[in-house]
């Protein structure tokens, strides 16, 4: 499971395609848009189109960052929809092809589709027969449909979200298991920090590769907290001390602030990871230097003018980490991968990641237009 804020959703375009207007309110955590809608019932298709308008964007001129405010401007968005008993299933269409993944809204009228709706965060795959629901309890998307007109309302239930945070243990998530088949020496592990909000053991599945990874990387745990385990790994003593985890909203983005340390008791391995919304004040030539190629995205604006901007900010010492476990690390023997803990893992996680990479697009086009 990972603790997911802003869940996208094809359907999320209905909030993401539209501007801000008279009709956009943004009170707190809940945010609310509207836009045109163009319903065809016999096809059981709907066409949501947004009206240009203006935004404060950090845009790449040359080799300076200026915050700017630049006109908007979005192709009609089309998704096909279907009824199944009193739930609703949306189907997004992207360059022509329905995608097989439906989100599931209940509360109309089965058959009509006019009415409110309010997103399960299910899917249902239609080639598959197969239902998966995901992480719910942080936010609410509900959507009114009438003639001509579609209302969007996101509510963001934010305490609670770093509540949960606040009391996690940390300790289970999968940052700590890929760490430890990094100190074991195995050189398949993944030591990315923001999976520090991965976490295992929900189900049966998710328990026995928990236990696996333990015993396939001989981790005997001597002392654990919620942010804090020493444990051994051949005649090697570790501690990991998830010193910080600081989430804070900035509009519909969230920032993180982490820092962790791995220690074998001679040497510290230090893991800084941070991650800001771009703001006026950030948006500054001197911090070109902090972004990624991948960080950069491509829009154009009302006038079919092309532009290069960036909405987030990310600072990580990934490499720098990575060598220093692999510093501190028991040599191992062999290094071979244990192919049936990742098979499992794999075979549980499927359809999770696919759901995350199907809708990464969408929600980052929701947190640019969410602010």
């Keep these: 499971m990972k603790h997911l804020l802003i869940t996208a959703t094809a359907s999320a375009m209905l909030l993401a395609a539209c501007g801000d207007d008279s009709s956009t309110n943004a ?28 935004e404060n964007k950090c845009v790449l001129e040359g080799e300076a960052l200026t ?3 630049v006109q908007q401007h979005r192709d009609a968005d089309s998704m096909k929809y279907e009824f199944h008993g009193d739930t609703l299933l949306f189907y997004n269409i992207d360059d022509g092809d329905t995608s097989h993944y439906g989100e599931m809204w209940v509360g109309g009228t089965a058959g009509k589709i006019y009415g409110t709706w309010t997103y399960t965060h299910c899917e249902y795959h239609n080639t598959e027969n197969d239902t998966r629901c995901y992480d719910s309890k942080y936010h609410k998307i509900t959507y009114n449909i009438s003639s001509g007109k579609v209302t969007g309302t996101q509510e963001i239930y934010f305490d609670q979200y770093l509540s949960d945070i606040n009391n996690s243990d940390f300790t289970k998530f999968n940052f ?30 998710d328990i026995e590769y928990y236990n696996k990874t333990i015993a396939d990387n001989g981790v005997n745990i001597i002392a654990s907290t919620k942010r804090q385990q020493t444990f051994t790994i051949g005649d090697k003593t570790f501690t990991v001390d998830i010193k910080k985890v600081d989430v804070s909203l900035d509009g519909y983005q969230e920032n993180r602030d982490i820092s962790i340390d ?27 230097a902090l972004l990624d190629e991948d960080d950069y995205d491509h829009e154009t604006d009302n006038n079919g003018n092309e532009y290069i901007y960036v909405d987030r900010i990310r600072m990580y010492n990934e490499d720098e980490f990575d060598m220093c476990l692999k510093g501190i690390a028991v040599q191992s023997t062999e290094n071979d991968v244990d192919e049936s803990a990742t098979v499992l893992y794999k075979k549980t996680s499927a359809h999770e990641r696919g759901y995350e990479a199907r809708f990464e697009k969408l929600l980052r086009k929701w947190a640019k237009y969410s602010k």
């Design 262 to 288: 791995v220690t074998d008791g001679v040497t510290t391995c230090n893991a800084t990871y941070i991650k800001k919304a771009l703001n006026a004040e950030l948006c500054k030539t001197e911090n070109a």
């Design 67 to 69: 915050w700017k405010s």
């Design 176 to 205: 700590v298991l890929e760490l430890y088949k990094a100190l074991s020496g195995k050189d398949y592990a993944d030591t990315w920090v923001p999976d520090i909000f991965d976490v295992y053991g929900e189900n049966d599945q």
């Design 27 to 54: 009170s707190g955590n809940t945010l609310t848009r509207t836009a045109s809608l163009f319903v065809d019932e016999e096809h059981q298709l709907i066409v949501i189109t947004p009206d240009p308008y203006y």
